[in-house]
């Protein structure tokens, strides 16, 4: 039997001012804190971000607790530069102008994309499968594609946006897919298509360098990995690795099911459009029939057509259970509304976030 793929996870956090929540851009001051600590925070294109990443693992197990050791260890170095880590998507308070971190490339972007670039502050989870190489890679693509609203819905955590409620689950996917290389990637039938359509992003200059397909699956360009980027920050690490268990083992399954014909983009499209908006609350878009469902029967078809390669794994009954305390005790977006709602005050959702972020069931 083929030996299952390693995975690893990078999760993109929001530093803000403990007192008031408005973001704060002291990324290079808690990356420098942490690293006379021993450990790697990676800048994001705006200074109040800063990114993890976890080594490659073989176990659920041991990707929950470094998961959970790097978001304390990042808490405890904003702590040291009187910021507050909080895994949520957008800013939930109103923040003033935000602040491109200086790097050449980034302000490339910014000098490119403008008030794009400028109004980013968006956070996510990026969840990568070792593949052999490129076909591989797009195998899982194809194999994802319609199942990425689902893994949207259940990892939505943008609720509140500066001070308000956006109406959706996942503000964060509706901004982000304004970039032009974002959201659901084509079916690729080859990796002649493949390389031919990113040539011609490149050539057309909608994308300053293959690190800028923005695409909710795609090949890495740095590991020899396949990247899934569909979620926003998940309030948990729980979420984080539940998330990761059901994409490492969809990336198993893609390796020998039977592809039906791809789904058109523009239903594609709206199943992402119902997903950001209901999050796991309400009617999604079934990818196989195109007609209404409920998140907790679509995620159950989901799980059932990756089952064998979660009990290769031995992760079913991690994955029943944490997605049964998922629907039970909600999401992020699920969490900052009932919050917010409570008194209509923003500092009960940041203090919500600011606890899921360290909070562990486990």
């Given amino acids: 039997m083929e030996a299952p793929p390693t995975v690893g996870v990078e999760e993109e956090f929001l530093l803000v001012d403990p007192r008031?929540?408005?973001?704060?851009?002291?990324?290079?001051?808690?990356?420098r804190t942490a690293a006379d600590l021993g450990m790697d925070l990676q800048l994001e294109i705006m200074r109040c971000q800063v990114e993890t990443s976890t080594r490659v693992h073989t176990t659920t197990d041991d990707l929950l607790r470094e998961l959970r050791e790097l978001r304390r260890g990042a808490a405890a170095c904003a702590e040291k530069n009187d910021a507050l880590l909080l895994a949520a998507a957008v800013p939930p308070s109103v923040p003033e102008e935000l602040a491109i971190t200086g790097t050449p490339r980034y302000s490339r972007i910014a000098e490119r994309f403008g008030r794009l670039a400028r109004e980013q502050g968006l956070c996510g989870c990026h969840v990568h499968v070792a593949v052999p190489g490129l076909v591989e890679a797009l195998r899982v693509s194809n194999f994802l594609r319609p199942w990425l609203p689902v893994l949207l819905a259940l990892t939505a955590n943008s609720a509140i946006y500066r001070g308000c409620e956006t109406g959706y689950a996942s503000w964060r996917n509706i901004m982000w897919r304004r970039w032009p290389s974002a959201g659901p990637p084509p079916y690729f039938a080859s990796v002649a298509e493949y390389e031919a359509a990113v040539e011609s992003m490149l050539a057309l200059g909608v994308i300053l360098?293959?690190?800028?397909?923005?695409?909710?699956?795609?090949?890495?360009?740095?590991?020899?990995?396949?990247?899934?980027?569909?979620?926003?920050?998940?309030?948990?690490?729980?979420?984080?690795?539940?998330?990761?268990?059901?994409?490492?083992?969809?990336?198993?399954?893609?390796?020998?099911?039977?592809?039906?014909?791809?789904?058109?983009?523009?239903?594609?499209?709206?199943?992402?459009?119902?997903?950001?908006?209901e999050g796991l609350d309400g009617i999604v878009?079934?990818?196989?029939?195109?007609?209404?469902?409920?998140?907790?029967?679509?995620?159950?078809?989901?799980?059932?057509?990756?089952?064998?390669?979660?009990?290769?794994?031995?992760?079913?009954?991690?994955?029943?259970?944490?997605?049964?305390?998922?629907?039970?005790?909600?999401?992020?977006?699920?969490?900052?509304?009932?919050?917010?709602?409570?008194?209509?005050?923003?500092?009960?959702?940041?203090?919500?976030?600011?606890?899921?972020?360290?909070?562990?069931?486990?």
């Fill in 20 to 31: 008031t929540g408005a973001p704060v851009g002291r990324n290079a001051d808690v990356a």
């Fill in 209 to 277: 360098d293959r690190k800028m397909i923005y695409w909710d699956v795609r090949p890495s360009c740095t590991f020899p990995t396949v990247e899934v980027r569909v979620s926003d920050v998940p309030a948990t690490v729980e979420e984080s690795a539940l998330l990761a268990t059901l994409v490492r083992a969809a990336a198993m399954t893609a390796r020998t099911a039977e592809f039906g014909p791809p789904v058109p983009e523009p239903a594609l499209r709206a199943a992402y459009w119902r997903a950001a908006h």
């Fill in 285 to 362: 878009i079934d990818p196989v029939t195109g007609g209404p469902i409920r998140v907790p029967e679509l995620l159950d078809h989901f799980v059932a057509l990756i089952q064998p390669a979660l009990e290769n794994l031995g992760d079913l009954p991690f994955v029943t259970d944490a997605i049964a305390a998922l629907l039970s005790r909600g999401n992020g977006a699920r969490r900052q509304l009932n919050a917010f709602r409570a008194r209509g005050d923003i500092a009960d959702v940041v203090a919500e976030l600011a606890d899921a972020t360290l909070y562990t069931c486990r």
